[in-house]
């Protein structure tokens, strides 16, 4: 019954980059939107950015704009995130979901199984 499987997560230098992807199998028109929100130790799971499968509309969370890009190829179901410069800050679990589209991670109906990345000081 995973329908979201998500990959590239890992162990990074501070400043380095990596690329996360996530691919839909089952997708409906009830998710308008694909994305990833992430948790790190300690905290809340928090938003990091969503693209519409409609227009390709972009949202990203303060923290990572303008060191995270989030793309999508509406052929295959998959959206991609690649994050460059990254920092401490971003260690965490990064999940994928499909859903509204919206910041709210309980608004959304389908989940990944999360991939680890962990940035090295």
């Known amino acids: 019954q995973v329908q979201l499987v998500e990959s590239g997560g890992g162990l990074v230098q501070a400043g380095g980059s990596l690329r996360l992807s996530c691919a839909d199998s089952g997708r409906t028109s009830r998710n308008y939107a694909m994305g990833w929100f992430r948790q790190a130790p300690g905290k809340e799971r928090e938003f990091v950015s969503t693209?519409?499968?409609?227009?390709?509309?972009?949202h990203y969370a303060d923290s990572v704009k303008g060191r995270f890009t989030i793309s999508r190829d509406n052929a295959k179901n998959t959206a991609y995130l690649q994050m460059n410069s990254l920092n401490a800050e971003d260690t965490a679990v990064y999940y994928c979901g499909a859903g509204p589209g919206g910041i709210r991670w309980t608004s959304w109906g389908y989940w990944g199984q999360g991939t680890q990345v962990t940035v090295s000081s």
């Open positions: 693209i519409s499968w409609r227009d390709g509309s972009t």
